[in-house]
């Protein structure tokens, strides 16, 4: 039997003579009497055990969780490593146009080649992060100029998030679940509605979902 399933037995057994030596010594005033040296014996047997396997129950939990723990970061650095898609940087920088009455979406940076011959596409960089400590994005609508787009994403929590961006269910680009990091997305999209998910299992279910409109 294994640490887990001795502790158990260990700890039944004990409820069972606590109960046990309760009743005779309900019954009989002369309990324990000589049997005292035997019974103190008896629990100290199962106490110990209980403790010893209780310990060696946790460490083993403990072990198992952090091999988890340690394949998972393999996994994200070997996702990290095989994504080509570097961060927008300087999107940041690039100053709306003067003039422009229209009101820019929370999170939304443009950037692109101002005054190039042929207009280059549009380029936009949004941030997104995961709620700390619920199934939520902080965010449940984005907007965009179509072309290439780009997520900053942020994931504070422990528990693994990512985003997935799709199209009638299809996806159109993302990135495999990081825990307590960023990541950056990026696709080229043409003028739309998208739909952008954390792919981990449940999480869209439980509200880790929102609608990116691409104009």
């Known amino acids: 039997m294994d640490n887990e399933t001795l502790f158990y037995v260990c700890g039944g057994v004990l409820a069972v003579s606590a109960i046990v030596v309760t009743f005779l010594g309900l019954k009989s005033e002369k309990f324990p009497g000589r049997a005292l040296p035997l019974v103190v014996v008896w629990f100290a047997v199962f106490v110990i055990g209980a403790t010893t396997f209780a310990v060696r129950f946790s460490t083993e ?3 198992h969780k952090a091999h988890e723990l340690e394949l998972a970061n393999e996994k994200i650095e070997a996702a990290e490593g095989d994504s080509g898609d570097p961060a927008d940087i300087g999107s940041e920088e690039s100053a709306p146009e003067e003039g422009s009455q229209e009101e820019e979406p929370v ?9 190039s011959e042929g207009g280059a596409s549009a380029e936009t960089t949004l941030e997104l992060a995961a709620d700390e400590s619920a199934l939520a994005f902080d965010k449940t609508e984005l907007e965009a100029k179509a072309g290439k787009i780009t997520i900053d994403f942020d994931n504070p929590s422990p ?4 985003v997935v961006i799709e199209e009638d269910g299809k996806e159109l680009a993302g990135f ?4 307590e990091g ?10 739309g509605t998208y739909t952008f998910i954390c792919s981990v299992p449940g999480h869209a279910e439980a509200g880790m979902e929102g609608t990116l409109k691409v104009q």
Not at 159 to 162: A, F, G, K, L
């Open 61 to 63: 939990e403990a072990e």
């Open 107 to 115: 999170g939304e940076v443009e950037g692109g080649s101002e005054g």
């Open 159 to 162: 528990i693994p998030h990512n």
């Open 176 to 179: 495999e679940p990081i825990t």
């Open 182 to 191: 960023k990541e950056t997305l990026s696709a080229e999209l043409e003028a």
